[in-house]
């Protein structure tokens, strides 16, 4: 009975976030639900203790970030520099691999270390763009954003700075290039195999002569540039290069500034205590804001008087939008740390540790409980704290290297955490003004295919022994 009202509870908030629901209000109904249908006398306490603590906790850390993120890409669209690479990527690979060319950005920002959320804010434009001019349907631009932002370079290739990479380090004390070739097998996989569905896709919708706003409604639409001429290409790539580049430099700059922790005392009367940050935890967020910061003044030493002159306006579209994405988000981590703290969550991941096969066992603990909270790094951690010490003594019998537990549950932990109630996907749905209903379904084949490559990988490794 326990475990059916975690089950309830999650496909209740799949089922409200696909009908176009509110998650905000739906997900701490879902939540709360199941503590009532478990143990009453415990509904106020894990709302005000633990759902709004994470929730809170979450927009802390985050909400800057998406702000920042949010400005970056309406600032990157009203100069017009969105449109100048999307001209020059058409004279470069042609409209019709339009795709291809928005996989590439996402896995190039991905892989240099930007957040996923900020990628999603920031490459819309340039979609956008590039989707009208190749008259492709809107409603693949999630799906192509999913495969370039969301798989391959979040957690598969080797050495990706994203946190699903590095998580298990801590607990296999690996490094974030663990498993190398099994990590490059699996990208590879799942870059050819998104991309050939992708492009059944574009020509099932060519052939059914279905074009860029045939089927949905155009909401939240770039603005378009009136701005004159268009900027070369190389300066209107600058923003993008210096944020990643910026994110990496400031990544090892801050710590070694910083140390491990600082401290300051507030100058207010009395005698206040001393706050203490400890900059361990925090200095990738800051690298990130720093990056974005220094990205937004790029644009506006290039093209700030095109940008200024609607600058008012699109950034009250920018932070409204980076407010309801923020709060999506944080109202989904609240969910998931609710569901993970009930006797049902418990019960569901003890039945898997019966799962004989230990790579198969990590693989499937990993991603089911990822896509029970709605979070890879959320279910990961869960999965890691949990079973760790378990997995560890099963590699050691089996004589298998952690370094592959380590590539197996980064790879899992992105997979079936892209149900219909994840942070990032209704991110990525408001950001692109699009519905579950009209937009999920290619987001969730992508989620079949990155799972498929966990296994692949797994298969891979013992018919091979690659590592």
Known sequence: MAFLIVLAALVFLMFVAYRGYSVILFAPVAALGAVLL???????PMFSGLFMDKMVGFLKNYFPVFLLGAIFGKVIELSGFSRSIVAATIRVVGASRAMLAIVLVCALL??????????????????????????????????????????????ALP???????IIPT????????AAPWLGTVGAVFILLVGMLYLEWRRRSALAAGEGY????????????????????????????????????VLTVVIPNLYGESTSFIPAVIGAPAPVVQEVSKIAAIWAVEGA??????????FAGKTVIQRFAEGSKDAI?????????????????????????????????????????????TVTALAGITGSASGGMSIALAAMADTFIRNAEAAGIPLEVFHRVAAMASGGMDTLPHNGAV?????????????????IFAITIVKTLAVFLIIATFYLTGWV
């Open 38 to 44: 478990t143990d009453p006398s415990l509904v106020a």
């Open 110 to 155: 991905t892989y240099g270390g930007v957040s996923l959320f900020v990628v999603v804010f920031a490459v819309y434009p340039f979609a956008a763009e590039l989707f009208r001019q190749g008259d492709i349907p809107k409603r693949l631009i999630p799906g192509t954003i999913a495969l370039g932002a969301f798989t391959f370079t979040m957690d």
């Open 159 to 165: 050495g990706t700075p994203q946190i699903q990479n």
């Open 170 to 177: 801590t607990f296999f004390k690996t490094n974030t290039w």
């Open 213 to 248: 706003a045939t089927k949905t409604p155009l909401r939240n639409e770039p603005a378009e540039f009136t701005g004159g001429a268009l900027a070369h290409p190389l300066i209107a790539l600058l923003p993008l290069l210096v944020v990643g580049v910026a994110n990496k």
């Open 292 to 301: 974005l910061l220094l990205g937004i003044a790029t644009v506006f030493v």
């Open 320 to 364: 409204g939008g980076a407010m309801l994405s923020a709060m999506n988000t944080a109202s989904e981590y609240g969910f998931g740390a609710v569901i993970a703290a009930l006797p049902g969550f418990l019960l569901f991941a003890e039945t898997l540790r019966k799962i004989p096969d230990p790579l198969v066992n990590e693989a499937v």
């Open 426 to 442: 209704i991110t990525l749905l408001a950001v692109t003004g699009l519905t579950h209903r009209e937009a999920y379904k290619d």
